[in-house]
């Protein structure tokens, strides 16, 4: 009995021995077969996804309801983990995002600087007009993006706006490789505002400004000749703010006798020849005249007082403005030389007090 019960055991403990090696057997190649499908049975986005070393997305409103447009910049990570096919804007929730591709148009011009390192950004490689809208999700075509480089690229929506007014509206950007793996990704947030509540109206004004003056206020012509034109001036200087420029006019105060010269004493005239606008050349006849030339900045003279320079001008009639120079636009400084010129007949009453007042006056046209 004793012998049966010895072979027994013998028997029960092989049977054990052999399970035990059977189920470490089956252990070890589950183990193998895991290592070997594991990669095949992760997500390759969970993979792959890192972060940028910085990055944000500008809009160039932040009111409900306004178009969306703005820019997405992003420097990429200092490792080279893939090569970059298309970018993805993610809106935030509540947006009206349009779902057509060719509505997303990029460019590449007036980007800002790097808020980390102030330099320029870099055009973001191969960024052209999206190629699919999911939802909120925007997709950019992409070339390959150096390393540590920052870089930008401006967008706009047709038929995309704003959602409501609320802090912490939160989107991202991202980069992919060909396959969908997802390479640099930022998580951004925005803040929407009331319409309107995004804008400083800037309002202001400017006085209307104008000088005038005069170099002196008298000539002295003199003794005057039968033979030769005698000549005196005066400079006036007109400066003015006015968007359409100046006026200047003049006058004569004499009337009586008619307009020129009138001498108290004698009871004579030596009369201004002709009428306004007519131009009266003293070489051949005599009398008193007004000739304006330009100065400064060129003035327009009034074709009743624009003489040749030496010996002709116009008439100053008493008691009447006419109209002597001008000019459009802003002024600073501009001149007209104001010359009488005058010549006697030898009939002409002697006297010493010939004289008149003439009355200079400028406008500006504002």
């Known amino acids: 009995m004793n012998l049966r019960v010895k ?3 013998k028997i029960v403990l092989g049977i054990n021995i052999h399970n035990r090696k059977a189920k470490i057997s089956i252990f070890l190649h589950i183990i193998l077969l895991v290592s070997i499908f594991y990669p095949l049975l992760v997500p390759k986005n969970a993979q792959a996804a890192t972060y940028a070393q910085e990055g944000f997305v500008r809009f160039d409103r932040l009111a409900t309801g ?16 893939g090569t970059e096919t298309s970018t993805v804007i993610v809106f935030p929730t509540g947006w009206t995002i349009s779902q057509t591709p060719g509505d997303w148009t990029v460019t590449t011009t007036n980007l800002p600087t790097d808020p980390s390192g102030g330099g320029a950004a870099s055009a973001w490689a191969g960024i052209g007009t999206a190629t699919d809208v999911t939802g909120l999700s925007v997709v950019f075509p992409t070339s390959n993006l150096s390393t ?3 870089y930008c690229f401006n967008f706009t929506g047709a038929s995309s706006t704003v959602g409501s007014a609320a802090n912490n509206q939160t989107g991202s950007l991202k980069t992919r490789a060909a396959d969908a793996v997802l390479l640099d990704t930022i998580f951004y ?5 009331s319409s309107g509540a995004d804008q400083i109206s800037v309002t202001a004004s400017v006085s209307a400004t104008m000088s005038f003056s005069l170099t002196a206020n008298s000539i002295a012509l003199g003794t005057l000749s039968t033979s030769a034109v005698t000549s005196g001036s005066v400079t006036q200087e007109v400066s003015t703010n006015a968007r359409n420029g100046y006026v200047s006019w003049i006058k004569g105060t004499n009337t009586t006798g008619g307009s020129g010269l009138r001498s108290t004493v004698a009871g004579a005239t030596i009369a201004t020849p002709g009428s306004f606008p007519t131009v009266s ?3 051949g006849t005599t009398g008193v005249v007004l000739d304006a030339v330009p100065g ?8 009743g007082f624009d003489g040749n320079g030496t010996s002709s001008g116009g008439n100053f009639e008493g008691g009447v403005f006419h109209e002597v120079s001008s000019l459009t636009g ?8 104001l010359n009488v010129r005058a010549k006697i007949s030898s009939t002409q009453a002697a006297a010493t007090d010939y004289a008149d007042t003439l009355v200079v006056s400028a406008a500006g046209n504002f």
């Open 148 to 150: 540590g480089t920052f």
């Open 189 to 193: 947030a925005t803040s929407v505002v």
């Open 330 to 337: 802003g002024q600073a400084a501009t001149t007209v030389v």
């Open 7 to 9: 072979k027994a055991k």
């Open 281 to 283: 050349d003293l070489s």
């Open 66 to 81: 306004a178009a969306i447009s703005g820019t997405a910049c992003q420097k990429t990570g200092s490792d080279d983990i």
């Open 296 to 303: 400064t900045n060129s003035p327009t003279i009034n074709a």
